[in-house]
């Protein structure tokens, strides 16, 4: 009788013995899960201005603000690194971000070739307009507010001037305000480090694009040498010459399988082509007036959009109400380096703006 239950049991143990163990995704998926009874969280395709677009909404409280998030690249999909630092933002936000027209899952859902030429600035303008009116239905909101990251900013500057009426404010996080001040900026801190520290290569390298950006016109292979120094350097990620953690984390996305993630690159490629010259036309400058609140959350030692540019914008800007945040300890990727410092910032100084 003995042997009858040990049999018995081990042979109920056996199953859970030989199952495989959970991957790396399925942990964090599972640890992210919102189970709040008034809580969202859902993936959806929205049909926006002619093709699909992946949408990721979450949040513990249905009756919070809803922020809107604007990811970087252009086409670097924020939904596969939101699990690096998003989760305690749920709890005061319902935040919803998307892949924007050739990134990520939405580059997969659409043929490439019959998007590519609507791959303009005012294209991705006109989606984070129709997405902010969709969601705001969708979650019975009067207005949202509107977050934007690296090329992100650059959209949703331009998104906030024309339709200020969706809007209860904006967030710039490493803004542009103008790119080729920004690129400047850039190579000269760059020059300077490596000069600093005698590094030949660096300062050959970065001498054969000199001056620049100058008149010579400002190619892809240009800015990935001016770019490869600054980052080495620290202007992507502070204190780290090694970013690896930021482009490896969509590995670990309970939001994007394999083919997904190899969907970004493409994206990058597919789409920077397309909006490189646009892109580095880039000037707010000439915007002396903001219709709405607007926030900037400053690096310290961000050099792939360096922040001195939108510091001074933002001292002379009018507003209905304006702040810059510095982050001591961040570069480029704010959110991910001082992940509780952007918690009570967007606390502090944005939500209270946020009255339905």
Not at 11 to 26: C, D, I, K, V
Not at 302 to 329: C, H, I, M, Q
Request: charged share 20%; aromatic share 10%; hydrophobic share 40%.
């Amino acid at each position: 009788m003995r042997r009858l239950a040990l049999a018995i049991a081990f042979a109920a143990a056996l199953p859970a013995a030989l199952a495989a163990p959970p991957t790396g995704r399925e942990i964090i998926g599972d640890v992210g899960r919102i189970v709040a009874p008034n809580g969202v969280q859902e993936n959806f395709k929205l049909h926006v201005n002619g093709i699909d677009q992946w949408v990721y909404t979450r949040g513990q409280d249905r009756k919070n603000p809803v922020l809107l998030f604007l990811h970087g690249g252009p086409a670097s999909p924020s939904a596969p690194t939101m699990w690096m630092y998003q989760r305690p933002l749920e709890e005061y936000f319902t935040v919803v971000n998307y892949d924007q027209r050739g990134a990520g899952k939405t580059y997969l859902e659409n043929d490439p070739e019959q998007v590519r030429p609507t791959l303009n600035v005012q294209q991705f303008v006109d989606d984070a307009v129709k997405i902010a009116q969709e969601i705001s239905k969708r979650y019975g909101k009067r207005k949202v507010i509107l977050v934007g990251h690296s090329w992100g900013t650059v959209v949703g500057m331009r998104a906030a001037l024309a339709r200020p009426d969706l809007f209860h404010a904006y967030v710039g996080i490493g803004q542009v305000i103008s790119m080729l001040d920004n690129e400047k900026v850039s190579f000269d801190f760059a020059m300077a480090r490596a000069r600093k520290e005698n590094n030949q290569q660096a300062i050959k390298e970065l001498e054969s694009i000199a001056p620049y950006p100058g008149d010579t016109p400002i190619t892809r292979e240009r800015i990935v040498t001016e770019r490869t120094w600054a980052q080495h350097y620290g202007g992507l990620a502070a204190y780290r010459g090694d970013f690896a953690y930021y482009f490896n984390a969509p590995l670990l996305s309970p939001e994007y399988d394999e083919q997904a993630v190899q969907a970004i690159d493409k994206g990058s490629l597919l789409t920077l082509e397309r909006v490189l010259n646009e892109w580095l036309q880039v000037d707010f400058k000439p915007v002396k007036s903001f219709p709405i609140p607007v926030v900037m959350f400053m690096g310290r030692h961000d050099y792939t959009t360096p922040s001195a540019p939108t510091a001074a914008w933002l001292a002379k800007v009018k507003a209905p109400y304006k702040r810059g945040v510095w982050f001591e300890n961040a570069s480029h990727l704010v959110q991910f380096e001082e992940p509780g410092k952007t918690l009570v910032s967007l606390l502090e100084y944005v939500r209270p703006l946020a009255r339905d």
